[in-house]
Protein backbone atom coordinates (compact mmCIF):
# COMPACT_ATOMS: atom_id res chain seq x y z
CA UNK A 1 0.00 0.00 0.00
CA UNK A 2 1.44 3.72 -0.96
CA UNK A 3 -0.39 6.60 -0.26
CA UNK A 4 0.43 9.45 -2.26
CA UNK A 5 0.17 13.41 -1.21
CA UNK A 6 1.26 16.05 -3.73
CA UNK A 7 1.54 19.56 -2.82
CA UNK A 8 3.61 22.76 -3.99
CA UNK A 9 0.54 23.95 -6.56
CA UNK A 10 -0.72 27.46 -7.04
CA UNK A 11 -1.06 30.56 -9.38
CA UNK A 12 2.19 31.71 -10.73
CA UNK A 13 2.97 34.25 -13.72
CA UNK A 14 4.31 32.86 -17.14
CA UNK A 15 8.23 32.70 -17.01
CA UNK A 16 7.88 31.67 -13.37
CA UNK A 17 8.86 28.65 -11.40
CA UNK A 18 7.00 26.17 -9.14
CA UNK A 19 8.26 22.94 -7.44
CA UNK A 20 5.65 20.32 -6.53
CA UNK A 21 5.87 17.41 -3.92
CA UNK A 22 4.94 14.21 -3.41
CA UNK A 23 5.42 12.58 -0.44
CA UNK A 24 4.69 8.67 -0.16
CA UNK A 25 3.14 7.16 2.92
CA UNK A 26 4.27 3.05 2.54
CA UNK A 27 6.32 0.65 4.81
CA UNK A 28 9.16 0.63 1.64
CA UNK A 29 11.70 3.09 0.53
CA UNK A 30 10.71 4.71 -2.56
CA UNK A 31 14.06 3.95 -4.09
CA UNK A 32 12.55 0.30 -4.19
CA UNK A 33 9.39 1.42 -6.15
CA UNK A 34 10.02 0.61 -9.98
CA UNK A 35 9.20 3.97 -10.96
CA UNK A 36 7.35 7.54 -9.48
CA UNK A 37 6.44 10.29 -12.16
CA UNK A 38 4.32 12.68 -12.16
CA UNK A 39 1.04 13.28 -15.02
CA UNK A 40 -1.10 16.27 -15.55
CA UNK A 41 -4.49 16.49 -16.98
CA UNK A 42 -5.76 19.64 -18.35
CA UNK A 43 -9.57 20.88 -19.09
CA UNK A 44 -11.15 18.69 -21.57
CA UNK A 45 -7.60 17.04 -21.99
CA UNK A 46 -6.52 13.10 -21.06
CA UNK A 47 -4.14 12.47 -18.48
CA UNK A 48 -0.37 12.50 -20.04
CA UNK A 49 2.87 11.76 -18.65
CA UNK A 50 4.88 14.74 -17.46
CA UNK A 51 8.12 12.91 -15.95
CA UNK A 52 9.08 9.77 -14.13
CA UNK A 53 12.15 8.32 -12.55
CA UNK A 54 12.68 4.73 -12.07
CA UNK A 55 14.36 2.99 -9.38
CA UNK A 56 17.50 2.72 -11.08
CA UNK A 57 17.71 6.78 -11.48
CA UNK A 58 16.93 6.91 -15.16
CA UNK A 59 14.42 9.86 -15.85
CA UNK A 60 12.01 10.40 -18.75
CA UNK A 61 10.24 13.50 -20.18
CA UNK A 62 7.80 14.69 -21.84
CA UNK A 63 8.94 16.56 -25.12
CA UNK A 64 6.63 19.51 -24.27
CA UNK A 65 8.77 19.89 -20.50
CA UNK A 66 12.40 18.80 -21.84
CA UNK A 67 14.25 21.58 -20.74
CA UNK A 68 12.12 23.04 -18.08
CA UNK A 69 11.11 20.46 -16.00
CA UNK A 70 13.09 18.50 -13.68
CA UNK A 71 12.35 15.43 -11.47
CA UNK A 72 14.15 14.36 -8.55
CA UNK A 73 13.84 12.31 -5.56
CA UNK A 74 15.00 12.03 -1.87
CA UNK A 75 14.70 8.49 -0.62
CA UNK A 76 15.49 9.58 3.12
CA UNK A 77 12.19 11.73 2.96
CA UNK A 78 10.44 9.25 0.85
CA UNK A 79 9.19 12.02 -1.48
CA UNK A 80 9.64 13.04 -5.32
CA UNK A 81 9.85 16.58 -6.53
CA UNK A 82 9.11 18.47 -9.59
CA UNK A 83 10.96 21.36 -10.32
CA UNK A 84 9.27 23.18 -13.12
CA UNK A 85 10.77 26.04 -14.70
CA UNK A 86 9.62 28.49 -17.54
CA UNK A 87 6.06 27.83 -17.10
CA UNK A 88 3.60 28.15 -19.77
CA UNK A 89 -0.14 28.56 -19.80
CA UNK A 90 -0.21 25.35 -21.32
CA UNK A 91 1.62 24.05 -18.41
CA UNK A 92 -1.95 24.77 -16.76
CA UNK A 93 -3.71 21.47 -15.29
CA UNK A 94 -4.22 19.29 -12.20
CA UNK A 95 -1.24 17.82 -11.88
CA UNK A 96 -1.24 13.68 -10.10
CA UNK A 97 1.63 11.32 -8.35
CA UNK A 98 2.01 8.39 -9.79
CA UNK A 99 3.85 5.06 -8.26
CA UNK A 100 4.24 2.07 -9.97
CA UNK A 101 5.35 -0.76 -7.76
CA UNK A 102 4.27 -3.72 -10.04
CA UNK A 103 2.88 -4.21 -13.47
CA UNK A 104 -0.46 -4.27 -11.42
CA UNK A 105 -0.20 -2.11 -8.06
CA UNK A 106 -0.32 1.41 -9.29
CA UNK A 107 -1.00 4.14 -7.09
CA UNK A 108 -2.09 7.49 -7.83
CA UNK A 109 -2.31 10.87 -5.26
CA UNK A 110 -5.30 12.97 -5.38
CA UNK A 111 -3.75 16.19 -7.41
CA UNK A 112 -2.61 19.33 -6.92
CA UNK A 113 -3.66 22.30 -9.72
CA UNK A 114 -1.40 24.64 -10.94
CA UNK A 115 -2.69 27.57 -13.15
CA UNK A 116 -0.11 29.95 -15.04
CA UNK A 117 -2.07 33.11 -16.12
CA UNK A 118 -1.10 36.72 -15.76
Known amino acids: QVQLVESGGGLVQPGGSLRLSCAAS??????????MGWYRQAPGKQRELVAAITSGDSTNYADSVKGRFTISRDNAKNTVYLQMNSLKSEDTAVYYC??????????WGKGTLVTVSS
Open 26 to 35: TSRSISSIYA
Open 98 to 107: NAVVTSVMTY
